[in-house]
């Protein structure tokens, strides 16, 4: 049905940036919400940031905010996640996800999202 497809991953110095990209396939999905999560070894899946695809509402975590920007081309079915002034801290597995529910609100809880990409590594070196 839906398919997400991540790239963007590597290796980065603390400090630099890093832009990651997700394709999106499948049937309509102009009114899903698009997200990233991300997910560090021995945590929990933590909310990063959503956008709507209808309209480009968005959401960002606290910890993300100023440093991190979501947005996307609708042109190319794709969702990007800019990631600046990257922190060791901001070292896991960045997944983007589809929340297909017509919700008032952008939901942040990886249970609330219908689909999943393959995630791709992001690591910052110190």
């Known amino acids: 049905q839906v398919q997400l497809v991540e790239s963007g991953g590597g290796l980065v110095q603390a400090g630099g940036s890093l832009r990651l990209a997700c394709v999106v396939s499948?049937?309509?999905?102009?009114?899903?919400?698009m997200a990233w999560f991300r997910q560090a070894p021995g945590k929990e899946r933590e909310f990063v940031a959503a956008i709507r695809w209808s309209g480009g509402t968005t959401n960002t975590a606290d910890s993300v905010k100023g440093r991190f920007t979501i947005s996307r081309d609708t042109a190319k079915n794709t969702v990007y996640l800019q990631m600046n002034s990257a922190k060791p801290e901001d070292t896991a597995v960045y997944y983007c996800a589809v929340d297909r529910d017509r919700t008032l609100l952008i939901r942040t809880r990886p249970r609330e999202y219908d689909y999943w990409g393959q995630g791709t590594q992001v690591t910052v070196s110190s």
């Open positions: 499948g049937p309509t999905f102009t009114t899903y919400i």
